[in-house]
């Protein structure tokens, strides 16, 4: 049963592309690859084939949530719908291939040809969204020159720099620390289906390449385990306070994603310190929850026209469904008890506190994270969905949306009531979760009714009993992270007429280019026109050359 | 062997002297006149062999009389002033020159090999080889950057003669035709230039930068 | 027969200055030679002699010339075309000649001879900034050229002035001095270094190619770069004979890594499309010679190829967006896969193609020429920092051309199907790289 | 089991602090059993719903009670459900009471509400991970990793449980929000944390709010009684009892901390944790 069936679909997704039935055709093709990729994902797992069929089953859940979405939305986005059509499922193939591939010319060869494709996936979107295409494709070029180091580089070079392109490598495209910059600049600009792809999907690669490294290149040294530790931990608390303070709703959640990422790090690095079946599940139930919820918010975002957190609010009334399924999706993003990333780092916490040396001190760093992440998500739910509205949002909640989002948000229901179809393979037990949610279910539902049924009355909200409270009195974006943000020391937050936040990292990157454009112009002096410099310079090099030879 | 010698000493001293020299009337002629020391050495060696003697007077014919009436016919129709403009002094292209003869020489003693029918000739030849280059990058006109480029064909064909008595015959013809293809079709292009720009000095075209 | 493989292309000439005759010959002329040829392998007349090598060369330029000679139909205006075709013919004839010469000296003369023909067509129909380009072109190749006949003229004295064949050359050179062969060889990669555009003799390069006409320019960098670097090639052959490939790789590693590194801060930030695909081909020249020193001759066949191939798309589809927008420089062209997608899509997958990326053969060459680099990791290190370098000098221009802000503009009277032709070709040769065919033809120049 | 002898205690204790309260400043005050009678009174009352509201308004003060309750019934005080790494399941069901709680306040519209929620973040920000290391250190000095396993304080422990009693201190004046942190009296709604988040919440979801209020004062109480040798329930009262005295203590003589001093105060918190962990590690 060769895993290469499962690309029969996207090959008929492609032949659809041209077929001028508003891309029905595409999504059909696309959900069956979903679950061809589920299918043959879950079976691979469950009879503990690897860590890539893992990634298949996520693969497929986020393709069969998508399918439905792509005929909604590209209905009111018709520019270039017909190119979209045709690299989404290029791209999904280029992704599972990956997964499947083992080191060597064809997982580059893949490799490189996702960096592109998704490159040409942003930038489809219209100029402004340049910046960060560029961005992407550096970054992804860079990880791409880590690999070839560390698999060309295997027999001719010591383990520590094989191991030291590997971070590279795969670091980059899972948003270590250092080098995350690239992903809140990319994700955001691209269009939602892509943004949910590029966050949900393709990330995870980065940390399955560096899960099977271990089996390609053999156990990593001990500083590879503590780099990835800090870095994640360190790189989940910076995403997530610089994630505070962004005013764009899907770079807010680009920012969550290279939080989640880090914990997945942080959890692979001590998985690599002290191997326990714990921090495994930890790895893997974290990357298949995060892959469902923030491909939910991700899509439900796209719903919105308008993506600026102080222009929202009020949302829940206008599209009550829409309401109901994100406040799902960042309940369990924000690692909620019933939900599956509370699961995740329940585990991870354990792991962490029966680690070597000073491991267990992760667990203070991990508490910061939980309560950043607790409150990141109430501002980016309450701003944008609950309140008086602040401006006039143009909405899109179309049947097709609808269906997208109930698939996923079932998703998730269904993998923290049973997280065994991810954990039972690695044998970590875990507390009857399934009990906690129908207990509190039926408890609120119970509540809720007989509230409902007691005596009320409309009023209006307290106002002190001064004039009425208007909508310009709610806090914006940035007023609402404006006391966190004073706590951390990297970023700066400039109070005033028009509030301002400096991100000191964010002016390395820039900075490294301007070097290396005066660099270039330097060198390019050299082409000074004159004919007398260049024909000095054909002297000079034969004078060298025959001295070189001569000597 | 003496008379060798001499006509060798004679090339270098007109390649000195084409490297000084600030008037192009003068140069061209200086040009003919290495021609023809040049052909006598290829006679010289030659020794008999009908075909190299054959080859010597094409050479001679083509670089030592072609060349030269058509350089003076092109300085005639240009109406540019004959003077060299350059950017080194009289004295300081003399010092220069002597210097790089001085390592011509320095080097050339690897370049001579075993066989090599004229020893002496491969270091003149090297040094005809670097004046020419540092009469073309220092001169501002034109024609005077075509003269030092035969200039440069002068000493490469000093070169082969002096190696192994010349390349064989039909590759020294191509060789021979190329440079004046080469020469002519500069001669069209400073005609072109002179059209367009309205003056020869290469220092005034600088428009392709980066 | 081979006299008549040399002289064909002058056949255009019968056709005068009537465009439309002209563009039939120049198209049919090509493709005659492309089918006759394989089947003069092995045959000899005269200096000419038609091996594995020249045969690959041969095919490659004849079928270049065609797509280009076709493509510029839609590009010159009818009065001006012959211009373009007669000095085509020219450097056709002048590249056929270079490929079927045996003998090194005629090989020297016809790789001169291509450099006078390409002087013309980089001229084309003359103006200030053609005439420097040309101008700078001619006194730096001839320069070149010229020091490549001294180390030519060492060769022959070094076999004892016996031949210059190069059959008999490379089996008498076993003996020759390895001392002079050293110096003979610095001379001829400094001499044919001009022609190929690598580092320091490079100066000529960009401006030809920027001021050239689009598909001259196109024949440019596809094909006469080749011609010199097929001389490198036969030189370097010689050199493995004689023993002496660890001296001549050194000095073709050293000039392959600067060549890379130093295009690629030339292509930074450069402002004309033109002149950024006139670094790339410098750029992807130094990358073959550091293959050739890496001793890996089917792996300099293969990334020639596949670099003619690639820039003669990107250079067709450049002329085409100039003749459609008439804007040189990169920031005035924008969106042209929103605006016009059927010239826009090839000409930003050749800039992908350039910049080495998966589908395309480029990616293959520069993973080979990685991991047989690996020997030396410092080496392969400053390969990769070089390839990185180049990519980014590409990216910029790729974003603003293909996605960024531009006017709207109606594509109309190109032969935009010989882009996307070109395009499945590249793409062919990237998935299915067939290293066999590269292989023999190594077996040709490399003596085991 | 735990949780509903707490729910029984809750406003038994909610009321005596207010009994001794008004006892130490010479009035008369409320019997302690007044509070049942406030929160049965409240329970029948009308409730307002604020113009703009969501069903989350309703589910804010529901869950904050579920949450409180769920982490009560984890406490092995009386016998009740314990499995390895319950602690963390514990606290993060406090959090997510906080979450719905605070997303209630933002629902009404107001900017006071909206002002306690994120302020309310901030001090979770700051005691959340105090609290946790402080219980982690104590949890790995015991065994089974879990609540029931706990360390009784003993001579050899006593440093590393000493510090977590003390960060479970901190942690429960920060949560409970009472006065160092939050002064639960006050009437300016600028100065409020707590409050503000309820301020638009009537009769029984202020029934329900006052209730968790109160439970998760005790939650942190039973913790701290996890920790003291002796018969767990009988303790249980005992340091219910000391933290009525404690908190009437403070409230009439201590003043309410400005908010931006918060995070000082606190970082004793983070301090205590991290010092409870590292003895737990290096056993000292």
Redesign the interface.
Same mark, same amino acid.
């Given at each position: 049963m060769s895993p290469l069936w499962t690309f029969l679909p996207l090959v008929l997704a492609l032949l659809s592309v041209g077929t001028p039935w508003r891309f029905r055709g595409l999504s059909l093709f696309l959900g069956m690859a979903g679950l061809a990729w589920g299918v043959l994902g879950g079976m691979g797992w469950a009879s503990g084939l690897g860590a890539p069929y893992l990634y298949l089953l996520l693969l497929g859940a986020l393709t069969l949530g998508l399918a439905p979405y792509l005929p909604a939305y590209l209905a009111h986005h018709p520019r270039e719908a017909h190119l979209y059509g045709f690299l989404l499922p290029l791209f999904l193939a280029s992704m599972a291939g990956v997964a499947l591939a083992s080191p060597g010319l064809g997982f580059l060869f893949l490799w490189e040809g996702m960096a592109l494709l998704g490159y040409f996936l942003i930038a489809l979107e219209g100029p402004n969204a340049l910046a960060g295409a560029r961005a992407f494709f550096l970054a992804s070029r860079l990880s791409g020159a880590g690999l070839y180091l560390a698999f060309l580089g295997h027999g001719h070079v010591g383990a520590d720099w094989v191991w030291a392109g590997l971070l590279l490598g795969f670091g980059v495209k899972a948003a270590l620390f250092p080098f995350h910059a690239w992903l809140p600049q990319a994700h955001p600009v691209a269009i939602s289906p892509v943004s949910a792809l590029l966050s949900g999907a393709m990330t995870k690669l980065g940390l399955l390449g560096l899960y099977q490294s271990q089996y390609w290149f053999g156990p990593p040294p001990p500083w590879v385990g503590w780099v990835l530790l800090l870095l994640g931990l360190l790189g989940a608390v910076y995403a997530l306070v610089r994630g505070l303070g962004e005013e764009d709703l899907k770079g807010a959640l680009a920012y969550s994603s290279v939080e989640n990422l880090g914990l997945m790090l942080a959890a692979l690095g001590a998985y690599f310190l002290k191997p326990m079946p714990l921090l495994l599940g930890a790895f893997f139930l974290h990357q298949v929850a995060h892959a469902l919820f923030k491909g939910l918010l991700f899509l439900g975002a796209g719903a919105l026209e308008e993506r600026r957190i102080s222009h929202l609010g009020g949302l829940f009334r206008k599209a009550p469904g829409l309401g109901a399924l994100a406040l799902w999706g960042m309940g369990v993003g924000a690692g909620l008890p019933p939900g599956p990333v509370f699961l995740a780092e329940w585990q991870l916490y354990q792991g962490f506190l029966q680690g070597p040396f000073l491991m267990p001190l992760a667990a203070g760093a991990l508490a910061l994270v939980g309560a950043l992440a607790l409150y990141f998500y109430v501002r980016l739910y309450g701003l944008a969905f609950l309140g008086l509205p602040r401006g006039e949002v143009a909405l899109h909640w179309t049947q097709g949306m609808r269906l997208s989002l109930g698939v996923l948000a079932g998703l998730l229901l269904l993998l923290a009531l049973v997280p065994g179809l991810v954990l039972d393979p690695l044998g970590v037990p875990t507390y009857p979760n399934w009990l906690l949610l129908i207990l509190l279910g039926v408890l609120a539902g119970v509540f809720y009714r007989g509230l409902l049924r007691m005596p009320m009355r409309a009023y209006g909200t307290w106002d002190c009993g001064f004039q009425p409270l208007t909508p310009r009195m709610q806090p914006n974006g940035l007023g609402f992270a404006e006391p966190a943000l004073r706590l951390f020391p990297f970023l700066r937050l400039q109070v005033g007429e028009h509030p301002r936040l400096e991100e000191p990292l964010a002016e390395v990157y820039p900075g490294v280019g301007r070097i290396y454009a005066r660099l270039a112009a330097w060198v390019q002096t050299l082409q000074s026109g004159s004919l007398h410099l260049y024909l000095l310079l054909q002297l000079l090099t034969l004078v060298v050359v025959l001295g070189v030879v001569l000597l | 062997m003496a008379l060798l010698n001499t006509l060798v000493l004679a090339i270098l001293a007109t390649g000195f002297l084409m490297v000084s020299r600030r008037s192009l009337d003068a140069i061209i002629r200086l040009y003919a006149l290495q021609n023809i020391l040049l052909a006598l050495v290829s006679f010289g060696l030659a020794g008999g062999e009908l075909h190299f003697v054959l080859a010597g007077l094409a050479l001679f014919a083509v670089k030592g009389v072609l060349i030269p009436w058509y350089l003076f016919w092109l300085i005639d129709r240009l109406e540019v002033s004959h003077e060299v403009e350059g950017y080194l002094s009289v004295s300081l292209s003399l010092l220069l020159a002597g210097l790089l003869t001085a390592l011509a020489f320095r080097v050339g003693k690897a370049f001579v090999l075993p066989e090599a029918p004229l020893p002496q000739g491969v270091p003149v030849a090297l040094s005809l080889v670097l004046l020419g280059i540092l009469s073309m990058v220092s001169r501002k006109k034109a024609i005077s950057q075509v003269l030092g480029f035969l200039a440069l064909e002068n000493g490469v064909f000093l070169m082969a003669l002096s190696e192994s008595h010349g390349l064989p015959l039909f590759v020294e013809l191509g060789v021979a035709l190329d440079a004046f293809a080469a020469v002519f079709l500069a001669g069209i292009l400073i005609f072109r230039i002179k059209g367009e720009m309205g003056h020869v000095d290469t220092a005034r075209m600088r428009s392709l930068r980066g | 027969m081979l006299y008549l493989l040399v002289l064909l292309p002058l056949v255009v000439f019968l056709a005068r200055k009537e465009a439309g005759r002209l563009v039939r010959l120049s198209v049919l002329v090509p493709l005659f030679s492309f089918l006759l040829a394989p089947f003069l392998l092995g045959t000899a007349a005269g200096?000419f002699r038609l091996d594995g090598v020249g045969l690959f060369y041969l095919l490659l330029t004849d079928l270049i010339y065609a797509l280009v000679a076709l493509f510029a139909r839609g590009y010159f205006a009818r009065a001006e075309a012959w211009r373009f075709y007669w000095a085509g013919a020219l450097f056709l004839a002048s590249a056929h000649g270079a490929y079927l010469a045996h003998?090194l000296?005629?090989l020297?003369?016809f790789v001169?001879?291509s450099t006078?023909a390409s002087?013309?067509l980089v001229?084309h129909k003359?103006?200030?900034?053609p005439?420097?380009?040309?101008?700078?072109y %001619?006194?730096?190749g001839?320069? =070149?050229i010229?020091?490549g %006949?001294?180390g030519?003229? @060492?060769v022959?004295?070094?076999v004892? =002035?016996a031949t210059?064949d190069w059959g008999e050359v490379r089996s008498l050179v076993g003996e020759a001095?390895p001392? =002079?062969l050293?110096?003979a060889f610095?001379?001829l %990669?400094?001499g044919f270094g001009?022609k190929v555009g690598l580092f320091?003799?490079q100066?000529?390069l960009?401006?030809a190619h920027?001021?050239a006409p689009g598909p001259a320019s196109a024949l440019l960098s596809g094909t006469l770069l080749n011609v010199a670097f097929y001389a490198l090639l036969r030189y370097a052959a010689i050199m493995q004979a004689a023993g002496l490939f660890a001296f001549a790789s050194s000095?073709l590693l050293t000039f392959g890594l600067l060549t890379l590194l130093?295009a690629a801060?030339?292509l930074?930030?450069?402002?004309e499309y033109k002149?950024l695909l006139a670094y790339s081909s410098m750029e992807h020249m130094g990358l073959a010679v550091f293959a050739l020193g890496l001793g890996l001759p089917w792996l300099a066949l293969y990334h020639t190829l596949a670099h003619s191939l690639a820039k003669t798309l990107a250079f067709l589809g450049a002329s085409g967006i100039l003749s459609l927008t008439h804007a040189k420089e990169v920031g005035r062209v924008?969106?042209l896969?929103?605006h016009v997608?059927a010239l826009g899509i090839p000409y930003v997958l050749a800039l992908?193609a350039l910049g080495g @990326?998966?589908?395309f053969p480029l990616?293959?060459a520069e993973?080979k020429a990685?991991?047989a680099a690996?020997?030396w990791?410092g080496l392969?290190?400053l390969y @990769?920092l070089g390839?990185?370098?180049a990519?980014?000098?590409l990216?910029?221009p790729m974003?603003?051309m293909?996605?960024?802000?531009g006017k709207p503009l109606r594509g109309q009277g190109l032969d935009l199907w010989i882009l996307w032709l070109l395009l499945g070709i590249l793409v062919i040769l990237g998935v299915f790289p067939g290293v066999e065919v590269f292989k023999e033809l190594e077996v040709v120049l490399w003596r085991k | 089991m735990t949780a509903l002898l707490a729910l029984v205690l809750a406003p038994l204790f909610s009321g005596s602090v207010k009994w001794l309260k008004a006892r130490l400043t010479h009035r008369q005050g409320l019997s302690p059993l007044m509070e049942y009678r406030n929160l049965f009174k409240l329970w029948r009352k009308v409730w307002i719903a604020p113009h703009p509201t969501t069903p989350l308004f309703l589910l804010g003060p529901i869950l904050a009670l579920l949450g409180t309750l769920g982490a009560l019934a984890l406490l092995p005080i009386l016998p009740g459900p314990t499995f390895k790494g319950d602690f963390l399941l514990a606290l993060y069901l406090l959090g997510l009471g906080r979450f719905v709680q605070m997303l209630a306040a933002l629902d009404a519209g107001s900017s006071f509400g909206a002002q306690g929620s994120y302020r309310e973040g901030v001090v979770t920000v700051l005691a959340e991970p105090g609290t946790l290391m402080a219980l982690a250190g104590a949890v790995l000095l015991g065994e089974g990793f879990s609540l029931s396993g706990l360390p009784e304080l003993g001579v050899e422990n006593s440093l590393v449980l000493l510090l977590a009693l003390a960060s479970l201190a901190l942690g429960l004046l920060a949560e409970g929000a009472r006065m160092p942190v939050d002064d639960p009296t006050t009437h300016l709604e600028l100065t409020m944390i707590h409050e503000a988040q309820i301020l638009d919440h009537s009769g029984p979801l202020l029934a329900l709010y006052e209730l968790a209020g109160s439970l998760k004062m005790l939650f942190y109480a039973g913790l701290m009684a996890l920790l003291l040798p002796g018969f767990k329930p009988l303790v249980f009262l005992g340091v219910g009892a000391a933290w009525v005295l404690a908190l009437a203590y403070l409230e009439t003589y201590g003043v309410k901390l400005r908010y931006l001093r918060l995070p000082d105060f606190l970082s004793y918190n983070t301090l205590f944790g991290v010092l409870a962990l590292l003895g737990a590690i290096w056993r000292f």
């Open positions: - | - | 200096p003998n000296g005629m020297w003369v001169e001879g006078l002087a013309l001229y003359g103006g200030a900034r005439l420097e380009a040309t101008w700078k %001619l006194m730096l001839s320069v =070149g010229a020091m %006949l001294i030519v003229i @060492l022959y004295a070094l004892g =002035g210059l001095d001392e =002079g050293k110096v610095a001379l %990669l400094v001009t320091p003799l100066a000529w960009p401006d920027a001021e000095l130093f801060l030339f930074f930030g450069q402002k002149r924008g969106g896969v929103f997608p992908a @990326l998966p589908p990616f293959f993973f990685v991991e690996m020997r990791p392969a290190g @990769l390839l990185g370098m990519f980014a000098g990216l910029s974003a603003q293909g996605f960024g802000r | -």
